[in-house]
């Protein structure tokens, strides 16, 4: 069952939709989802509750965007915002608002202070943070994400 389980993560991660950027496959996205595992594997994200604020998920984000486009534009919070919020597309993050409040359309990327104000946080599948809790399951994905979206970069 796990097996399968995986897989079928395996494919949701490769479906991420990603934009494109002067010709180019942007990969905000992987790089978040790739910096939320390592933050697992380290031990700096013991729930499945992800702030938009966490230290080690948005310094290594910063970390492996500058190495993959070589500019430090990750380390921005008003650039973070974007794979940290539209990641909400995919069918395995959820973003979980403050009581009563609807989302904002999806075509605009809200501030960071409205996020603040108004999100609790993000989270993935309860099945995906269970399988993410295995060293070898995060490799599998992870490697995944490379070999699909960073093979040059990385």
Known sequence: MRNVLLSTYDDM?????????????????????????????FQELNENKIDLFNVFVRKRFGQLYEQV?????????????????????????????KQGLE???????????YLRENLLYAKLDDELWDLLQDA???????RSIIERYLTEKL
Do not use: Q
Request: some cysteine.
């Open 69 to 97: 486009n070589g500019n430090k534009k990750g380390y921005e919070i008003s650039f973070f915002v974007r794979p940290f919020f539209h990641l909400d597309s995919a069918m395995f993050y959820h973003l979980i608002w």
């Open 13 to 41: 991660v490769l479906s991420v939709h990603t934009g494109c950027v002067n010709g180019k496959i942007a990969v905000s996205k992987p790089l978040y989802l790739i910096a939320i595992m390592e933050a697992i594997e």
């Open 136 to 142: 070898e399951n995060r490799e599998y994905l992870k």
């Open 103 to 113: 989302p904002p359309v999806k075509a605009v990327t809200p501030s960071a202070k």
